[in-house]
């Protein structure tokens, strides 16, 4: 069975440090893996994917994550954090049956000026 | 190009009542998932819907909740005779016809305070 770890409940960095957003995963086969990120009072928006494909995937906002399969992680990382990344980071794994998706309990990142 | 639409955005219930939520998919979308999240936890999988069919709904209560996804018209999850811990935000999700690739479009969520 698939299983999504996000390692820290809240981060908390300063205008342009970077950001890390850690998140193991549990698979038996390869797996998808997504962030997805949810500003307050909004719905989710996916961020980046990955399908087996290069191992860093690039996906919006500046925000990437690479794919370690001997660790079984898929962190997410930006050079330099920004105000408006302040938002609930969700880890995603997609199940061997194609449809559903499990959720990791989330990461809130906080922005100081 | 609409997005995910749901409706009400917040939904204020009294014990007993009967809450009916609402999600239009995006244009093109015939697969619709529910979810529900709780106060500072995740998103919790209810359920998982395509036109006329259920094809998932291990993650539903198995009392007062039940969803549809009728031929014409939106998605509605309805629960009946709610209680205080149903307080949650509700988020409907759509996928194209090829199924789930993983990547979901999320409504803003419907917001049930049960008083």
């Keep these: ?113 | 190009n609409a997005g995910v639409m749901q409706n009400p955005r917040h939904l204020v219930r009294r014990r007993g009542q009967e809450a009916r939520l609402r999600c239009s998919p995006m244009k093109g979308h015939s697969h619709v998932y529910w979810y529900r999240q709780l106060p500072e936890e995740g998103l919790k999988f209810m359920v998982y819907l395509q036109k006329e069919n259920i094809i998932d709904e291990s993650g539903m209560p198995k009392e007062r909740f039940s969803a549809e996804f009728p031929k014409e018209g939106p998605s509605i999850l309805r629960i009946q005779q709610v209680v205080r811990g149903d307080s949650a935000a509700y988020f409907c999700a759509s996928s194209p016809p090829a199924g789930n690739t993983g990547e979901l479009f999320f409504g803003e969520g419907s917001r049930l305070t049960v008083l």
Aim: glycine share 8%.
């Design chain 1, 1 to 113: 069975a698939q299983s999504v770890t996000q390692l820290d409940s809240h981060v908390s960095v300063s205008e342009g440090t970077p950001v890390l957003l850690r998140c193991n995963y549990s698979s038996s086969y390869s797996p998808s893996l997504f962030w997805y990120v949810q500003h307050p009072n909004k719905g989710l928006q996916l961020l980046l994917k990955y399908t087996s494909a290069a191992t860093l995937v690039k996906g919006i906002n500046g925000f990437e994550a690479e794919f370690k399969k001997s660790e079984t992680s898929f962190h997410l990382t930006k050079p330099s954090a920004h105000m408006s990344d302040a938002a609930e980071y969700f880890c995603v794994v997609l199940n061997t049956g194609g449809f559903k998706t499990i959720f990791g309990a989330g990461t809130r990142l906080f922005v100081k000026a």
